[in-house]
């Protein structure tokens, strides 16, 4: 495990990556094919690919490290378990529309969970369903050719199970002065607010104007995805075409489409989940591209 190792200051630096601790990796790889129509005009086929992956970690690079867990930047690494995102955990608005997040381990006399709203770094902590990478991955390809002429071919890739924490959103849907140059997010226009009722601001989408967003499990979001990665569409020449041609022999002309749609978690409000891994941070989404040729034989 590649980690950032804290150093004293007296080196100049505050960490180093040192290549330390242990994990395992478990799981399987499921892959099928199946011709659904073989005759002597068509040619059909489905294949998928299935695979499960769960790490967990085993060791980490200090004994207090290993009992009390270990935090690099978004990241949370807890021994016997896999690698999960970091922070505080909002606990919803008090009667004055301050928000409030619950207290890591610390509950009141009646059993309930404790909370604040005064925010420090003392309440963040692992976030126990975040999995930083997705347990379950694969694609699925279809296929159909005519006459050994016409084919087409679409491939299809999803991820399930992974979550980013979105960076973004704490600028767009942070309620103060400070980011009022900066694109909103249309969440702001159901903020809490003194004029709504108590109703209403129980299920407010944004926080009270100047009370200055912080990074909390609202900003969590699933990545899992459903994308369209490429599609291709081919027609070959007949060879009679090219009987007495001297050097060119057969011609094929195609075209592939990438990354033409894709859905997603309604959850997701980044630009795209399959570059989020762990952290949204301004990622510019994958492209989508449009190729055409030809292709001859001599």
């Known amino acids: 495990m590649l980690m950032a190792v ?8 505050s960490s180093r990556y040192e290549n330390i601790g242990q994990m ?10 199946y ?9 059909a086929f489905a294949r998928t690919s299935f695979s499960y992956n769960w790490n967990r970690v085993d060791k980490l690079h200090t004994s207090q490290a290993e009992k009390e867990g270990w ?7 807890v021994k016997g378990k896999p690698t999960l995102l970091y922070s505080a955990q909002f606990a919803g608005y008090d009667k004055e529309g301050k928000q409030t997040w619950y207290v890591p381990n610390e509950f009141n006399e009646d059993g309930s969970r404790k909370v604040t709203n005064k925010y420090s770094t003392r309440l963040e902590a692992p976030i126990d369903y975040a999995l930083v990478d997705a347990p379950f991955f694969g694609g699925l390809t279809l296929g159909a050719t005519w ?7 679409l491939d299809f890739t999803f991820r399930a199970g992974a979550y980013a924490l979105n960076n973004d959103r704490f600028f767009y849907e942070n309620n103060v002065t400070t980011f009022l140059l900066t694109a909103r997010s249309k969440s702001l226009l159901h903020a809490w607010n003194t004029d709504l009722s108590e109703e209403e601001n129980a299920n407010a989408t944004g926080d009270k104007f100047g009370d200055a967003r912080q990074f909390d499990d609202r900003l969590i979001e699933k990545t899992d995805f459903f994308r369209l990665k490429n599609l291709t569409l ?21 075209f592939t489409g990438r990354n033409l749609f894709t859905l997603m978690n309604k959850s997701f409000n980044g630009f795209d989940p399959e570059s989020a891994y762990g952290v949204a941070l301004n990622r510019f989404p994958t492209t989508k591209q449009f190729v055409g040729g030809i292709q001859l034989t001599f």
Do not use: C, H, M
């Open 6 to 13: 804290p150093l004293p200051y007296s080196t100049g630096y």
């Open 24 to 33: 395992t990796n478990q799981g399987f790889d499921f892959d099928l094919t």
């Open 35 to 43: 011709t659904f129509l073989d005759t002597k005009e068509w040619n």
């Open 71 to 77: 935090q690099n930047g978004v990241f949370a690494y």
């Open 147 to 153: 006459r050994n002429q016409i084919s087409l071919t």
């Open 234 to 254: 081919s027609y070959t020449f007949p060879k009679s075409l090219f009987d007495n041609a001297k050097v060119i022999s057969g011609a094929k002309v195609f």
